[in-house]
């Protein structure tokens, strides 16, 4: 069976399906770089594209990281360090993943933090205090939330 040859684009063609690439969602610069070797484009043609994009705001990483900060920590709950974790290995500038973290309301991410400590406590099956205390702990931490934060929730919620 011969491997089907990828189809190479002239840097007009690859900047219509760029364009079209953005348009569908948010796209971070490697995204869109990776993509556009994808079809056989010269480094150069590449550069090029992606400024044109990012002039016509196709591209726009400060916006990318706001809607990637409030997808995650909206509708997936997660913790900050998680989320900065998540822009950084995307290749968000510094600058960028602060403006996206201003996304983050205090309230709202404190409120997410008590529900995953009631759904993870109602299905720990550990009976231990302290071995379910650390579990509980574990748990929140590796959803990207502070330790401090983590702790006091969890003294809160043995109050009750």
């Not at 063609?13 to 079209?20: D, F, G, M, Y």
């Not at 404190?110 to 759904?119: A, D, V």
Request: with cysteine; charged share 40%; net charge positive.
């Amino acid at each position: 069976m011969e491997k089907k040859k990828q189809k190479t684009y002239t840097p007009k063609e690859a900047l219509i399906k760029a364009a079209a690439y953005c348009a569908y969602q948010d796209r971070t610069q490697q995204e869109v770089r990776i993509k556009l070797f994808s079809y056989g484009l010269e480094p150069d043609d590449v550069e090029e594209i992606i400024v044109r994009l990012s002039q016509e705001k196709m591209i726009d990483e400060e916006r990318y990281a706001q809607s990637y900060v409030r997808g995650k920590y909206g509708l997936k709950r997660w913790g900050r360090r998680k989320i900065m974790q998540g822009l950084k290995a995307k290749g968000i500038s510094d600058y960028c993943i602060k403006q996206g973290m201003k996304e983050i309301d205090p309230e709202v991410y404190e409120q997410n933090l008590l529900h995953l400590l009631e759904k993870k406590n109602t299905t720990e099956k550990e009976k231990n205090p302290f071995a379910r205390r650390q579990k509980l702990s574990y748990y929140l931490m590796s959803k990207g939330y502070e330790s401090d934060l983590v702790q006091d929730a969890i003294k809160e919620f043995e109050k009750e």
